[in-house]
């Protein structure tokens, strides 16, 4: 079955850099397209980037352009985000996520998430 | 930047129906998905490309589409359905994917 496993999370300094980690398994991973998505505590979901099956481009919301970077590894089935000049309004549970159709990535549900990494940006 | 409405809250008695709007400007031109979450857990997706249930998702959970709103239809409302609810979607012109605001479905 369709497993996502996230890592990396933690406590870091507004400025510092983090990066995370999302595992996958049980399915053919340079099929799909893969997300991030976060959530502050308290608060709703938040889109923040996608890329494409085979890693040939990127999108990101306005909100994180420019500082994060989505990227994924088909030889090792793991998706990662590299998040630079950490804010305050950063933290947030982040989660990663599958799109539902192979080889399509736009208008594509989310049909398989991970359970979630905490990331919590306080000095 | 592109904004989908919903209400923040519902509230229905057990074995009712709730429904959860979502207002966008291009709804009506837009696949929307919708997803449940519970708390403390991950989202689940509910329905997508407007009215379509997943594997495993209950008939009681239907969508529908009007004008600029799209509808998630919960029918026989159990205990079990008490969640937020977000709706999503792509937009094209800016190339995100984006989430309603979330309404939380409370059973009284």
């Known amino acids: 079955q369709v497993q996502l496993v996230e890592s990396g999370g933690g406590v870091v300094q507004p400025g510092k850099s983090l990066r995370l980690s999302c595992a996958a398994s049980?399915?053919?991973?340079?099929?799909?397209?893969m997300h991030w998505v976060r959530q502050a505590p308290g608060k709703g979901l938040e889109w923040v980037a996608v890329?494409?099956?085979?890693?040939?481009?990127?999108k990101y919301a306005d909100s994180v352009k420019g500082r994060f970077t989505i990227s994924r590894d088909n030889s090792k089935n793991t998706l990662y985000l590299q998040m630079n000049s950490l804010r305050a309004e950063d933290t947030a549970l982040y989660y990663c996520?599958?799109?539902?159709?192979?080889?399509?990535?736009?208008?594509?549900?989310?049909?398989?998430w991970g359970q979630g990494t905490l990331v919590t940006v306080s000095s | 930047s592109y904004v989908l409405t919903q209400p923040p809250s519902v509230s229905v008695a057990p074995g009712q129906t709730a429904v959860i709007t979502c207002g966008g400007s291009?709804?009506?031109?837009?696949?929307v998905f919708w997803y449940q979450q519970r708390p403390g857990q991950a989202p689940v997706l509910v329905l997508y490309?407007?009215?379509v249930r997943p594997s495993g998702i209950p008939e009681r959970f239907s969508g529908s589409k009007s004008g600029n709103t799209a509808s998630l239809t919960v029918s026989r409302v159990e205990a079990g359905d008490e969640a937020d609810y977000y709706c999503q979607v792509w937009h094209s012109t800016s190339y995100h994917y984006v989430f309603g605001t979330g309404t939380t479905v409370t059973v009284l």
């Open positions: 291009k709804i009506a031109y837009q696949s």
């Open positions: 049980g399915f053919t991973f340079s099929s799909y397209g």
């Open positions: 996520a599958r799109s539902r159709d192979a080889d399509m990535v736009v208008v594509s549900a989310l049909p398989y």
């Open positions: 490309d407007n009215s």
């Open positions: 890329i494409w099956y085979d890693g040939s481009d990127q």
